[in-house]
C-alpha cells in the first residue's frame, strides 16, 4: 500500500524513497510538509534568527570545481584578498554589533603560509572580542594537524559541503587531476568531527546528472554522519 505524506509525516525515520516522496510533494501535500517542519523547528530552536556575520575574505582559490565561478581556470573575474587589518575591523563590527558569531571563508589554498596566516587572525579575533565571538571556518580541505591547530586557535565551526555524496556525481562535477577527490573530502568532513568542530555540510540543489534519489540520498547521509549545520543552494 503506497504511504500518503500524512503517513510518512508522522514516523520518526525516513527511508530514502520516504524523502524522495516528500521531496517531490506538490500542492496540499508541500503545504503539510512545511507545517510540520515548521512545527519541528520551533520546538527545537524556536522562532529567534541568529545573525551571523559571513566575511568573504578572499576569492583566490587553488582548485578548479566544474560548477564555481571562482575556480583557478576562471580569468574572467577580479580576484581580491582582504588585507589582515580588513578582516579584523569586519570582526570587530560583528562583536560590537552583538553578533553570535562570525564565519571566514574564502576559496581554498593549503601551505603554511595560509595555515599561520588564519591561525594569526584566529587569535586576533578570539582577543578582540574577549574570547565571546564564535567563529567559524570555511577554507577548505585540509590536513588534519592544520584543522587541529586552527581549532586551538579559537574555531569552533567548519563547514565543508561535500557537493552530492553520490561519488559518481562528484565525479561528474570535479577535474580528474589529483587534485579533487571524493574520498579525501569524506575524510576531513570526519577529522574535523573527531577534532571537535561542530561540523557542516551541504550540496547542490539541481545539478545536471543529479536525481531525487542522489538528494535524498544525501539528506540520509547528514543523518547518519550526525552533521551540526546543513548549508545546501542552488546549482545556477
Ligand atoms: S574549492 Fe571551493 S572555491 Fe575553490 S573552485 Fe572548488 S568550490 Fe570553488
Redesign the pocket.
Known sequence: MKNTIEDILDKNEFSGSDIKNLLLSHGNDRTLLFKKSTEIKEKYIGRKVWFRGLIEFS?V?????L??????GNKNLIRYNLTDDEIIEAARFAYINRYGSIALQ???LEGPFITGRIENLLHRIKELSNGELGITLSV??QEPEVYKRWFDAGAHRYLL?V?STNESLYKKI?PDDGK?SFSRRINCLKNLQDIGYQTGTGVMIGLPFQTMEDLAGDLLFMKEFDIDMCGMGPYI
Do not use: A, L, P, Q
Open positions: 576569492n582559490c587553488g582548485k578548479d570545481c560548477y564555481c565561478g571562482i575556480r583557478k574564502s576559496g581554498e577548505g580541505e559541503r557537493e570535479h579533487h
